[in-house]
């Protein structure tokens, strides 16, 4: 059988202290990442992971809409979990990459907006081509 490997376990202070591009570690879903030797590789360039240094980096992660090839990736780049005492109620409950997001006003106005112009073409063609 084989031995279980123990997974680190980082508190937000120890994160916090890797912010530079010598040394730079972020949270995602609760999981700790050095992306360090990512910084040079990242599409969006090095900056954009210099913002999110040291910190929980979930909201701006999901916000992108990264890709699943991104989210494989970060497997490369995992080092420990966060220690449970500094999850954030807001993702305590989201353990993974790829769980679903909380309902928000945005995906409110995602079928909103559709709906009042889908009423609004109906409306011009009722009373514009119909009515001919």
């Known amino acids: 059988m084989s031995e279980k490997s123990e997974t680190k376990v980082y508190t937000l202070e120890e994160v916090n202290k890797n912010k530079t591009s010598q040394s730079i570690w972020v949270v995602i879903h609760n999981k700790v990442y050095d992306v360090t030797k990512f910084l040079d590789d990242h599409p969006g360039g090095e900056e954009v992971l210099l913002e999110q240094g040291g910190a929980n980096a979930t909201e701006s ?4 809409g990264h890709s699943s090839d991104a989210r494989e990736l970060m497997k490369d780049y995992l ?6 005492a500094d999850w954030e109620t807001s993702i305590k409950t989201n353990t993974g ?3 679903p997001e909380a309902p928000s006003g945005s995906n409110l106005a995602q079928w909103i907006i559709p709906t009042i112009v889908a009423l609004g073409v109906a409306l011009l063609y009722r009373f514009y081509i ?3």
């Open 61 to 64: 992660f999901e916000d992108v």
């Open 79 to 84: 080092i420990g979990d966060l220690a449970e």
């Open 130 to 132: 119909a009515g001919n």
């Open 97 to 99: 990459p790829n769980a």
